[in-house]
């Protein structure tokens, strides 16, 4: 139950992390390499400390590893919190894929009852 908890707990953080669209671009940034804080902030014109902030929420959820070098904050990707996302959502694709393949029956069904 723990493990459950602490899984929701964690998809519960990159949900929220993913709701605000500058750090959704923050994160599409990183999808091409390493960034410091500044160079993610910069496209917002935002202060080193607001971009910092967006950062620590994507690094609270795992969604990014921060090391410093020198006076720099350089920023990664770190992808395995977007495979747990996908696996839950994967899930739903799933569920809707039946649900409409059902529905298609139903129609196909309805229209040929409707030909004779």
């Known amino acids: 139950m723990v493990e459950l908890e602490l899984a929701d707990d964690r998809l519960d953080a990159v949900f929220h992390a993913l709701a605000d669209s500058t750090r959704r671009t923050m994160l599409q940034l990183l999808s091409h390499g390493e960034c410091s804080v500044g160079e993610l902030g910069a496209p917002f014109r935002m202060s080193f400390a607001g971009a ?27 992808p395995s919190a977007l495979a747990m996302v996908d696996a839950w959502l994967s899930y739903y694709e799933g569920f809707w894929s039946n649900r409409l393949d059902a529905l298609e029956q139903e129609l196909r069904r309805d229209a040929a009852s409707r030909r004779k």
Do not use: D, I, M, Y
């Open 52 to 78: 910092s902030k967006h950062v620590k929420t994507l690094e609270r959820a795992g969604l990014v590893s921060r090391t410093v070098q020198g006076r720099a904050h350089v920023c990664r990707l770190e």
